[in-house]
Structures are given as structure tokens and as C-alpha cells.
């Protein structure tokens, strides 16, 4: 089983700076089968990236994912007011099994 | 794009079973993968199980693999989640999400609360 090790837990930042979140898998993820999402509060969690680096539909593109193997990084250009978020990375494989990291509180100043 | 409509809050006491349901529209049942996910509160997310229509596989993750059971039903377009022998670190909002070809959709999440 895969476990991924989301850093750090919480950041706290400015509007316009950038954001790196890591996602460290315990294993090589096949096919960089990683995937990210942003869930603020009462609301079901949005897909922001697919297969690593694959922007969902509609999301801006200040968000941007890469990496390989183990270790991946998503990326926000320049911090948004509404990016205020919990966001998770998850590992979807080549089998059913899914594995959520444990999250990343992004916060603005 | 697919719309995901999920079953109503529950409240239910430590022991019993719940039942959450989701009615997919914009792609027929049979061609999405389904998967369930919880969210507890002060805690992340919990992917408890999926089902691919492609094999007729259902997964189920270690911790939930004798308390819950996936259905699908469909000529309803209609799938299902039961939990059985609740506890009351159970108390979450259970999500339905379908997966497709363009992409994943998540429902708007059913909060099942546990309390005697």
C-alpha cells in the first residue's frame, strides 16, 4: 500500500506569493498516477490536477502540478484570496486502491 | 459532465447501519467507476472503497473491509454505500464521486452523524 506524506501541514502567506506543497509517496507511484484537490469548508473537494501535471477543467492556470516517482509538487503562482484551502494529493494507481495524503492547510495573512 | 445527487443527512446511534445513495445523470451508471470518500471532521480525507464497471471489481480499503458494502442498481442509475456497526468516530460527510473518462465528479456529500 501506498502512503503519501503531504509538506508542510500548514502555510500561512501572502496574496501574490507562491505556494509549493510536496507530496512524497511511500513508493514509486506507476504512470505518475497523482492527482490534486482543493477543499474548502462545506464544500465536496474540486479536482485542480490529474496525472501529475494535467490541469482539470476549468481551473486557472496559477495551478500547476510536476514530479515523478516518488516526491510531486503542486504549485500556486502567485497566491489568490480564494485559494484559501485544505489540498490534498491522492495516488489512484493502475488498481481500484486510492491513497489520500493527509492534507495541507493553505492560509492567507 | 456527470451530476451527482446524494441521500439526505442521517442520524443514527452507535451499532446501527446506514445506507447513502447517490443518483448519477449525464453518463449511465454503467460506464463510471464509483468510489466512496469520508471526511471526519479534524481529520482528512478517507477513501473507504470504488468499484470498476469495466470487471465488475469492487475494492474495499483495509479499514472499512468488513463494515461496508458498494451496490449498484443499474436501471437506477443509482449507487450505494452501506455502513454497518456504527461507531461514533464514524460521524463524517460521506461523498459519492464518479469517475469517467474526462475526469472525476464528487457529489455534495451526505453528513451521517453517530450519537446515542
Known amino acids: 500500500e501506498v502512503v503519501l506524506t503531504q509538506s508542510p501541514g500548514t502555510l500561512s502567506l501572502s496574496r501574490g506569493e507562491r505556494v509549493t506543497l510536496s507530496c512524497r509517496a511511500s513508493?514509486?507511484?506507476?504512470?505518475?498516477?497523482i492527482s490534486w484537490y482543493q477543499q474548502k469548508p462545506g464544500q465536496a473537494p474540486r479536482p485542480l490536477i490529474y496525472?501529475?501535471?494535467r490541469r482539470a477543467t476549468g481551473i486557472p492556470d496559477r495551478f500547476s502540478g510536476s514530479g515523478s516517482g516518488t516526491d510531486f509538487t503542486l504549485t500556486i503562482s502567485s497566491l489568490e484570496p480564494e485559494d484559501s484551502a485544505f489540498y490534498y494529493c491522492q495516488q489512484y494507481g493502475t488498481s481500484l486502491t486510492w491513497t489520500f495524503g493527509q492534507g495541507t492547510t493553505v492560509e492567507i495573512k | 459532465q456527470v451530476q451527482i445527487v446524494q441521500s439526505g443527512a442521517e442520524v443514527k446511534k452507535p451499532g446501527a447501519s446506514v445506507q447513502v445513495s447517490c443518483k448519477v445523470s449525464g453518463h449511465t451508471l454503467s460506464e463510471l467507476s464509483i468510489h466512496w470518500v469520508r471526511r471526519a471532521a479534524g481529520r482528512g480525507l478517507e477513501w473507504m472503497g470504488g468499484f470498476d464497471p469495466g470487471n465488475g471489481e469492487t475494492a474495499y480499503a483495509r479499514e472499512f473491509q468488513n463494515r461496508v458494502t458498494m451496490t449498484q442498481d443499474t436501471s437506477k442509475d443509482t449507487a450505494s454505500l452501506e455502513v454497518r456497526s456504527l461507531r461514533s468516530d464514524d460521524t463524517a460527510v460521506y461523498y459519492c464521486v464518479a469517475v469517467g473518462l474526462q475526469g472525476d465528479d464528487w457529489g455534495q456529500g451526505t453528513l451521517v452523524t453517530v450519537s446515542s
Open positions: 513508493q514509486s507511484v506507476s504512470h505518475s498516477y
Open positions: 496525472a501529475a501535471s
